[in-house]
């Protein structure tokens, strides 16, 4: 390993090894090499991306743990490691660093995979994140580090999980308040509409909604409760 630089890219690009092959090549070159020389052997990322592709990866990544902890936290972070696909592993201290550490996709799946390994009644729960998911990340105490991981990927997170879900209709009208609240340099206005539109939330009281400008999408589909109050703020303001 020391003395080809390039042995991994060319066990990717000219050799015929399957998956399971490489596999077993990346962890003999991990048990050898030191983090400097994997970082070498990573110059243009095809370490990076196997890890990132693999349908496998917190299992892969758990014989390195297995190995040897340190140098496996020293080699995801130096050669940035991070993880499309969150396998649902108990007990592995791979996924407690990955997840903790957010080092995954925000997806559907990876959000339903973390409730499998840290929620108690994980069925329960991930039956709870398909009605309002906002609302379940924010509420539960284990999903914690994921509730901090949306607001990192907040426009990620609206788009590609709390719109993509076509039963996540139900949230609690506080969750979606701070949704709506959120500055528009991380959510626009657009996204925030699609959220009023998706959402069943009859809101108690309009000027909760910082934004004035989404008001008449709420009062247009007779989401808000018929009052004085929010009659009057409406048409005052």
């Known amino acids: ?41 990573n110059a243009y990322g095809n370490i990076s991306n196997f890890f990132y592709e693999r349908d496998n990866t917190i299992e892969l990544l758990e014989k390195f743990w297995n190995e040897n902890s340190d140098k496996t936290k020293d080699f995801i972070n130096s050669l940035n490691i991070n993880v499309k696909i969150l396998n649902p592993i108990e007990n592995s201290e791979a996924f407690d660093y990955i997840y903790k550490n957010k080092l995954y996709d925000i997806s559907i799946d990876n959000i339903e995979n973390i409730a499998k390994v840290v929620c108690e009644d994980s069925e329960v729960v991930i039956s709870d994140l398909r009605d309002r998911n906002y609302t ?18 907040f426009l990620n997170y609206i788009e590609d999980v709390f719109l993509a879900i076509t039963t996540n209709i139900n949230e609690d009208e506080k969750a979606i308040l701070e949704i709506l609240n959120v500055d528009e340099e991380f959510l626009g206005l657009e996204d925030k509409k699609k959220v009023i539109e998706k959402q069943e939330c009859i809101y108690k009281d309009i000027s909760k909604i910082d934004n004035k400008e989404l008001w008449e999408n709420v009062f247009d589909k007779f989401k808000i409760q018929p009052t004085w109050g929010n009659v009057l703020n409406y048409f005052v303001s």
């Open 1 to 41: 390993v020391k003395d080809i630089p390039n042995y991994w890219d060319l066990m990717i690009e000219q050799s015929n090894f399957t998956k399971d092959k490489l596999e077993e090549v990346i962890i003999s070159i991990f048990q050898y090499g030191d983090i400097s020389n994997l970082a070498t052997q």
């Open 136 to 153: 379940i990340i924010k509420s539960t105490d284990t999903l914690k580090p994921l509730y901090n991981y949306t607001a990192d990927k």
